[in-house]
């Protein structure tokens, strides 16, 4: 077991919820767009700072380098992650921080179905038992408002 990583993913949890009301409130004065780019500007330095500190030269601060990483996945993670994050601020700008995020909490859903689909994954019963606990749970909460 990995101490820390169970602590980083309940940070990230606490971080997130506090972050998703943060960014309700910002996001009625700032547009979708301007927001990401300031959350990405910020997020830019914090990870320049810190892979300068541990040594990385400053010119591969923007290549991959020699990573064992193929061009088009890396892309791919690039483009997702950036649809991703514009399609949360743009819900929780129209439907609040609470409702936003009530429904995508529902991710680890489709972790395990995309990790079964494009990566040749396990699907443990487990997981799909759990994951449509929270999609239906989401789906109640958000249904009932």
Not at 42 to 62: D, H, K, N, Q, S
Request: glycine letters at 8%; proline letters at 3%; aromatic letters at 10%.
């Amino acid at each position: 077991m990995h101490a820390l990583g169970y602590i980083l993913a309940v940070a990230a949890s606490v971080l997130w919820g506090l972050t998703y009301c943060l960014d309700e409130r910002v996001l009625e004065h700032l547009s979708v767009f301007k927001l990401y780019f300031l959350h990405c500007v910020c997020g830019a330095v914090v990870a320049a700072v810190i892979l300068l500190a541990r040594g990385t030269p400053p010119e591969a601060l923007f290549t991959i380098g020699n990573a064992n990483v193929s061009l088009p996945l890396f892309g791919l993670t690039l483009a997702t992650a950036t649809a991703a994050a514009l399609a949360i601020l743009g819900s929780i700008q129209l439907l609040g921080a609470n409702t936003s995020a009530v429904l995508e909490i529902s991710y680890p859903l489709f972790v395990a179905l995309f990790s079964v689909l494009f990566f040749k994954g396990q699907l443990q019963m487990p997981v799909v038992i759990g994951g449509a606990f929270i999609f239906i749970g989401s789906a109640i909460i958000v249904l009932a408002r």
